[in-house]
């Protein structure tokens, strides 16, 4: 079973940056994709980006050119630096951690409020 804990979320006016980071209880090395996926009010839970074991990146169109995902497995941790903020990116994010053949885990969830 893996834990994961998100921080860095907050408040920040449109046009600002964060860092969000999720933190892995086991070590990330045998996780084949990582993630981070946000949920608005009143929405779906919808992708933000993803990134393999090999380095491979996915991103949603929205935000391509704003938001990078990196992971450093010597740190057990993925990151999500997100720039030039919009206040329609006001959601709470959460981190996933998905190995091949089992389920996938979440985190608990870190609300990023975006003002305009």
């Known amino acids: 079973q893996v834990q994961l804990v998100e921080s860095g979320g907050g408040l920040v006016q449109a046009g600002g940056s964060l860092r969000l980071s999720c933190a892995a209880s086991?070590?990330?090395?045998?996780?084949?994709?990582l993630g981070w996926y946000r949920q608005a009010p009143g929405k779906q839970r919808e992708l933000v980006a993803t990134?393999?074991?090999?380095?491979?990146?996915n991103y949603a169109d929205s935000v391509k050119g704003r938001f990078t995902i990196s992971r450093d497995n010597a740190k057990n941790t993925v990151y999500l630096q997100m720039s030039s903020l919009k206040p329609e990116d006001t959601a709470v994010y959460y981190c996933?951690?998905?190995?091949?053949?089992?389920?996938?885990?979440w985190g608990q969830g870190t609300q990023v409020t975006v003002s305009s």
């Open positions: 996933n951690a998905w190995t091949y053949g089992l389920s996938p885990y």
């Open positions: 086991k070590s990330t090395f045998s996780i084949n994709v």
């Open positions: 990134i393999t074991d090999t380095g491979s990146t």
